[in-house]
C-alpha cells in the first residue's frame, strides 16, 4: 500500500533540476515542464560584470580617440602658426634694406644698419608701403623679431620714428648715426608655445660654405645686408608647453621631453639687393 502511494505521488508532481532553476512536471494535469521565472543571484551577478566590462571598454575607447583627437589638433594649430610666422619674417627680411645712404640735409652719408642683438633677437630696417612725410625718401620702418624668454612667445613690432617739430620730419635711421630704433623694443605678439628661436647670420658665401654665422653676443651690427639669413623655429603644443613648463625644476627631464616632443621649423632668406639702397 505504501508503494502505491509513492508510486502515485512521484506520477503527479516530479521535481527537476534545469540550469539551476526548480521544473515542476504535473503530468496528470497535461501541464509541460517549464522553468521558473526568476533569476538566481549568480546570473545576475554575472551579468552585472559583463556589462560593467562593456561600459568600461568603450569609455576607454571614447577616452582615447578624444586624446588622439586633441593632440592632433594641436600638432595641426602647431603646424600652421609656424609656417605662418616663417612666412611673415621671411617676407619682411625680403624687404631688408641696409648701406650707405644720402641724408635728406647737407650732411654727407649716413649707413643704414642690420643689427643682431642676441642669436633670439634680429632689428633691421625695411621699406614700407607708403611715402614718408618729408616726401623725399622713402618710407623705412624699423623691424624687431624676438624671442620673449618670460611668454614662450614670439613677437614682432614695428616702429618709424620722426624728428621732433621744427626740425624736418626725417626717418631716425637718417637722422643718427645711432638709430633710436635699437634702443628699445616694442613688439606685438607673433605666436606662442615657442621654446627656442635662431638667427644664423651668414654675412659671405665663405661662411656660409663653413657653416660660419655670426655668434652673439656681443652685439653685432652690418653696414650691409648679409648674404643670407637662417630662421629656426622650436615650438611645442600647448598640452606639451605645460609639461615641459612642469619639469621646471628637473633640467635633464625637460630637455628630453623637449627634444622627443618639440619640432624644429627653418627656412632660408637670401637678400638680393646687399649693396646698399639708394633713398631718393
Known amino acids: 500500500m505504501q508503494a502505491m502511494i509513492e508510486e502515485q505521488i512521484t506520477s503527479i508532481t516530479k521535481s527537476r533540476s534545469y540550469g539551476g532553476r526548480s521544473l515542476v512536471c504535473r503530468p496528470a494535469s497535461g501541464i509541460r515542464c517549464l522553468p521558473s521565472a526568476a533569476f538566481t543571484l549568480i546570473e545576475v551577478l554575472v551579468a552585472m560584470t559583463v556589462l560593467s566590462i562593456m561600459v568600461l571598454m568603450v569609455a576607454n575607447i571614447f577616452q582615447s580617440s578624444s586624446a588622439s583627437w586633441n593632440i592632433g589638433t594641436q600638432k595641426a594649430d602647431m603646424n600652421t602658426a609656424a609656417r605662418a610666422a616663417l612666412d611673415f619674417m621671411a617676407r619682411e627680411l625680403a624687404s631688408a634694406v641696409a648701406g650707405p645712404i644720402e641724408k635728406p640735409v647737407s650732411e654727407g652719408a649716413d649707413y643704414m644698419q642690420?643689427?643682431?642683438?642676441?642669436?633670439?633677437?634680429?632689428?633691421?630696417?625695411?621699406?614700407?608701403?607708403?611715402?614718408?612725410?618729408?616726401?623725399?625718401?622713402?618710407?623705412?620702418?624699423?623691424?624687431?623679431?624676438?624671442?620673449?624668454?618670460?611668454?614662450?612667445?614670439?613677437?614682432?613690432?614695428?616702429?618709424?620714428?620722426?624728428?621732433?617739430?621744427?626740425?624736418?620730419?626725417?626717418?631716425?635711421?637718417?637722422?643718427?648715426?645711432?638709430?633710436?630704433?635699437?634702443?628699445?623694443r616694442e613688439g606685438n605678439l607673433l605666436i606662442t608655445n615657442v621654446w627656442e628661436l635662431n638667427f644664423y647670420v651668414y654675412t659671405n658665401e665663405t661662411d656660409l660654405r663653413n657653416g660660419n654665422y655670426i655668434i652673439t653676443p656681443p652685439q653685432k651690427t652690418l653696414s650691409e645686408l648679409p648674404l643670407c639669413v637662417d630662421i629656426g623655429l622650436v615650438m611645442l603644443s600647448d598640452d606639451d608647453m605645460k609639461r615641459t613648463l612642469a619639469l621646471n625644476g628637473d633640467v635633464s627631464a625637460q630637455t628630453n621631453f623637449v627634444a622627443r616632443n618639440s619640432k624644429l621649423y627653418s627656412t632660408r632668406v637670401y637678400f638680393p639687393n646687399r649693396k646698399g639702397y639708394g633713398g631718393r
Do not use: M
Not at 624699423?142 to 620714428?161: C, I
Open 114 to 184: 642690420f643689427r643682431q642683438e642676441s642669436p633670439s633677437d634680429l632689428r633691421f630696417l625695411a621699406l614700407a608701403n607708403e611715402p614718408n612725410a618729408s616726401g623725399n625718401e622713402r618710407a623705412i620702418r624699423g623691424v624687431f623679431f624676438y624671442l620673449d624668454p618670460t611668454e614662450y612667445s614670439l613677437r614682432a613690432g614695428q616702429k618709424v620714428k620722426t624728428a621732433i617739430p621744427p626740425t624736418p620730419p626725417t626717418l631716425d635711421c637718417y637722422f643718427s648715426t645711432s638709430p633710436t630704433w635699437h634702443n628699445s
